[in-house]
Nanobody, 114 residues
Framework: QVQLVESGGGLVQPGGSLRLSCAAS????????RGWYRQAPGKERELVALITVGGSTNYGDSVKGRFTISRDANNMGSLQMNSLKPEDTATYYCNIQTAFVHYWGKGTLVTVSS
């Protein structure tokens, strides 16, 4: 059974930085992309960033230029978040998309507040 576990969330002041990581257990085949989504209270889940197996990246408009996704030593997608804003406050979910299914973590809370 595949499990994804996020880490790195927490409370940060506006303008600060955080790095999110995702650990996977279980065998995952036919991976197409690794990514991060977020959901703020009362809002729909939205794409933050993803990286394909070919190395192409895609970012949500609101995070372009501030967030960077990269493959880490565990071949998962790590998310470096800089210049954080209060509107970045949300639960962030690790995602792996294969040819057939999406795998999701349970989320890690990021709160940007002074």
């Amino acid at each position: 059974q595949v499990q994804l576990v996020e880490s790195g969330g927490g409370l940060v002041q506006p303008g600060g930085s955080l790095r999110l990581s995702c650990a996977a257990s279980g065998s995952i085949f036919n991976i197409r992309s690794r990514g991060w989504y977020r959901q703020a209270p009362g809002k729909e889940r939205e794409l933050v960033a993803l990286i394909t197996v070919g190395g192409s990246t895609n970012y949500g408009d609101s995070v372009k230029g501030r967030f960077t996704i990269s493959r880490d030593a565990n071949n998962m997608g790590s998310l470096q978040m800089n210049s954080l804003k209060p509107e970045d406050t949300a639960t962030y979910y690790c995602n792996i998309q294969t040819a057939f299914v999406h795998y999701w973590g349970k989320g890690t809370l990021v709160t940007v507040s002074s």
